[in-house]
């Protein structure tokens, strides 16, 4: 099923409220407690939930439980999913030191680059050579990769490891790339977004 992007964000976003909820005690929510967890409408989560076939009780709302083990099923969260990082700067190697990931189920198994003083195969997360991916990406399976390279190695990377079976790509490179048939590049610019926040801090402070 293919959805609206903006819906599965929304989804992630309910997911995390719960389990917010859910620390606190609680062990059946309403949309609108949803709603008000993540700034939207008690209407837009009913309709979300419709889309993928979860319905609750007008009276009794949601089992908390039952609707965690829905949404991490939509969301790919009811098994590990390894990730592998291409790249091993600044980005990609604090990405690679980032524990948090495990705790939503993601595991970055290994980091890729070019630049021989970077390889480390005895990392916690192993750093091998680039020509070593599409082997490790095959016989591992894996399916989702981080790109974080400069932008003048990107598109040779992706197509790379997309070659080799990667369907899913986080571009933290600052540049759209074209994604080839089959998989989906999600583009993620930290100068533009830096760029957006500063302009609206600017636009909310001379409108005071």
């Given at each position: 099923?293919?959805?609206?992007?903006?819906?599965?964000i929304?989804?992630?976003?309910?997911k995390?409220a719960?389990y917010r909820?859910?620390?606190?005690?609680?062990?059946?929510v309403?949309?609108?407690?949803?709603?008000?967890?993540?700034?939207?409408?008690a209407?837009?989560v009913?309709?979300?939930?419709?889309?993928?076939g979860?319905?609750?009780?007008?009276?009794g709302?949601?089992?908390?439980d039952?609707l965690l083990e829905?949404?991490?099923?939509?969301l790919?969260?009811?098994q590990?999913q390894?990730?592998?990082?291409?790249g091993?700067?600044?980005?990609?190697?604090a990405l690679?030191?980032?524990?948090?990931?495990e705790?939503e189920?993601?595991?970055?198994?290994?980091?890729?680059?070019?630049?021989?003083?970077?390889?480390?195969?005895?990392n916690?997360?192993?750093?091998l050579?680039?020509?070593?991916?599409?082997?490790f990406?095959k016989?591992?399976?894996?399916?989702?990769a981080?790109?974080?390279?400069?932008?003048?190695a990107?598109?040779?990377?992706?197509?790379?490891i997309?070659?080799?079976g990667?369907k899913?790509?986080?571009?933290?490179a600052?540049?759209?790339?074209?994604a080839?048939?089959g998989?989906?590049?999600?583009?993620?610019?930290?100068?533009i977004e830096?760029e957006n926040l500063?302009?609206?801090v600017n636009?909310?402070?001379?409108t005071?």
């Amino acid at each position: 099923m293919i959805t609206n992007k903006n819906c599965i964000i929304r989804l992630s976003r309910y997911k995390n409220a719960l389990y917010r909820l859910q620390a606190l005690g609680f062990v059946k929510v309403f949309s609108d407690n949803l709603a008000d967890s993540v700034g939207g409408t008690a209407s837009q989560v009913r309709k979300d939930f419709s889309i993928f076939g979860i319905s609750g009780n007008k009276k009794g709302g949601y089992q908390i439980d039952s609707l965690l083990e829905k949404l991490n099923s939509i969301l790919g969260k009811d098994q590990l999913q390894k990730v592998l990082v291409v790249g091993a700067g600044h980005i990609g190697s604090a990405l690679m030191r980032y524990r948090g990931f495990e705790k939503e189920g993601i595991k970055i198994v290994a980091g890729f680059d070019i630049d021989p003083a970077k390889i480390n195969r005895s990392n916690p997360v192993p750093i091998l050579p680039l020509d070593e991916a599409k082997a490790f990406i095959k016989s591992n399976q894996i399916r989702i990769a981080i790109l974080a390279v400069p932008d003048i190695a990107a598109q040779s990377a992706l197509d790379l490891i997309c070659a080799a079976g990667i369907k899913g790509v986080l571009n933290f490179a600052p540049l759209r790339l074209k994604a080839p048939d089959g998989s989906i590049v999600n583009n993620v610019n930290l100068e533009i977004e830096l760029e957006n926040l500063i302009y609206f801090v600017n636009v909310a402070e001379k409108t005071k």
